[in-house]
């Protein structure tokens, strides 16, 4: 697979989207290079993510990329060769409301030092678009209540409870078999 092959059609993302952007600022679908593009540099301002190589990167993205592909749609914003922004619409296929999708967004994360000119809004704005041009009923999130604000914001309103379950034996730093 060609290292720059999108995980999705960037078709899907509006053009709108990008003419809000700050100038020398793209958005478009994840791409297998962008591992090399500070990826993972993105996402640890959200969360930790462990020592991912890039042969694990590209094995994950070839998966999405075949495996997932259909409801699995991860947005980046590039900015001088460098990824600054990330997001995922996972489209799930229910059963119910006469076998619709619903979306639900993830790991929504911009780099500290480009927070502030609205890409998070942007991240947010092209994966709803893309998530309607896909054809999802309707789109779901859970933030931590610091960030129920900025979600409000971007049109998102509060409709439920989140809750949890976590597994023993998935310890930080050993890479799960």
């Known amino acids: 697979m060609a290292n720059n092959t999108p995980v999705f059609s960037p078709s899907l993302i509006p053009d709108s989207i990008q003419t809000g952007l700050p100038e020398s600022y793209t958005i478009r679908p994840l791409a297998r290079d962008d591992y090399q593009k500070g990826f993972f540099e993105c ?3 959200l969360t930790w993510t462990g020592d991912v190589t890039e042969a694990r990167f ?4 070839d998966w999405m990329k075949t495996k997932g592909e259909g409801w699995f749609y991860n947005i980046v914003i590039e900015h001088e060769d460098r990824v600054v922004g990330n997001g995922v619409l996972i489209a799930e296929r229910k059963f119910i409301w006469n076998l ?3 979306g639900h967004l993830e790991e929504i994360s911009v ?3 480009d927070q502030g000119k609205g890409l998070g809004r942007r991240i947010i704005e092209a994966l709803t678009a893309v998530a309607k041009n896909v054809g999802c009923r309707k789109v779901i999130l859970n933030c931590s209540p610091e960030n129920e604000g900025f979600y409000k914001k971007c049109g998102y309103e509060q409709s439920s409870i989140e809750m949890k379950i976590e597994f023993d034996g998935f310890e930080r730093g050993k890479t799960p078999e």
Do not use: P, S
């Open 111 to 113: 780099l500290k030092t």
């Open 100 to 102: 619709a999708m619903c």
């Open 58 to 61: 590209q094995e994950r993205f």
């Open 43 to 45: 996402l640890n301002t």
